[in-house]
């Protein structure tokens, strides 16, 4: 097999060079998702095998379903990897402030960064960044078999998983020969679909159905029926004895209807609101709505974070940048017929 990565073969060599002798901490950003996770796990058991002292950190727990990841990967407070004296190497992370400001301050200087989000900035002193990648673990299972470096089959699971969900299960339009190749290679090498699909897809909580029939319940269209947004309210995960982990997964639900073009998940918690936007089109460039809204994302799927603002007067705003954003598409494909 040819090079996956030929673009990163020296400056992952580098980062190898420069991990030696050195304590380090692998960091996700907050509310980890499956590529996130399994970014974290893979990275820290590969450099694990080459002798290096590695943990790793996150601002949130990882959720439930995806603890099958984590058995035999330490996770650590960033208290405990301040003492420790640890470098930082940043995975899934557009910018070090998506593993919030208290990590952002605490690894100013990380020695690398390695993700596939459109909105990285080129924050750390070497940037793995490759944005037609479907996800981070495609480009860190491309960098390991790239150096030829061994992995064992809980790092296949975990870059397995991280590739499997960004990907939707292999249906987003980021998918490509190369993310295929990849997940047959991790397969050969002792990823487990169906263990996978059991874990992250039929271990729902009689909660979580609960919490889906209120954000079903709160659906509503607007843009000429080209964006539906559904909102979930602080009380609601109280009522259904929910978190907000189980609100993963949420917004596809008002993606998936006919002639909706952007979906939007809106949540109330802990005195801030949040957001998620998907797009079936990339030309929808959600990423550009969520930066309005102190965000940033995929081209098709973005994150927003809001403080000291009521939900009265954020959701006028949010939809009027909504509907500026489907009409510029819609002007623009006009030109182009």
Do not use: W
């Not at 490509?176 to 271990?203: H, I, K, N, S």
Request: hydrophobic content about 45%; glycine content about 8%.
């Amino acid at each position: 097999m040819s090079l996956l990565y030929p673009q990163f073969k020296d400056a992952f060599s580098r980062l190898l060079a420069s991990c030696a002798g050195r304590r380090i901490v692998v960091i996700g950003h907050a509310r980890p998702d499956g590529d996130c996770t399994g970014s974290q796990v893979a990275l820290s058991r590969a450099l694990r095998l080459l002798g290096l002292d590695v943990v790793c950190a996150n601002p949130d727990p990882v959720p439930r379903r995806l603890q099958f990841l984590v058995a035999g990967t330490p996770f650590v407070s960033l208290e405990a990897a301040l003492a420790e004296e640890r470098v930082a190497i940043y995975v899934d992370c557009a910018d070090a402030r998506r593993a919030t400001e208290r990590f952002a301050a605490a690894f100013p200087e990380p020695i690398a960064c390695i993700d596939h989000h459109l909105s990285n900035v080129g924050f750390a002193g070497i940037n793995l960044v490759d944005t037609s990648s479907a996800a981070t673990g495609e480009i860190l299972a491309g960098l390991l078999l790239d150096a030829g470096l061994p992995f064992d089959a809980p790092t296949a699971m975990a870059l397995y998983t991280g590739i499997a969900t960004d990907t939707g299960q292999f249906r987003f339009a980021a998918t490509t020969r190369r993310t295929f190749l990849l997940a047959a290679e991790l397969v050969a090498r002792g990823a487990d679909p169906a263990r996978m699909g059991l874990e992250l897809y039929e271990q729902e909580t009689l909660g979580k159905l609960r919490l889906l029939q209120h954000f079903l319940a709160s659906l509503e269209l607007s843009c000429d029926g080209r964006v539906c947004l559904g909102v979930i309210s602080e009380d609601l995960y109280r009522q259904t004895d929910t978190g907000q982990e189980d609100a993963e997964g949420l917004v596809d639900y008002a993606r998936c209807i006919e002639g909706v073009e952007i979906g939007v998940l809106v949540e109330l918690r802990g005195g801030a609101i949040k957001g998620s936007l998907r797009a079936k089109d990339a030309t929808f460039r959600v990423d550009l709505i969520a930066a309005e809204f102190n965000g940033g994302g995929h081209a098709c799927a973005a994150g927003l974070n809001v403080k000291n603002e009521s939900l009265e007067t954020f959701l006028p705003r949010l939809k009027a940048s909504l509907r500026a954003r489907i009409e510029t598409v819609a002007a623009a494909r006009n030109l182009t017929r």
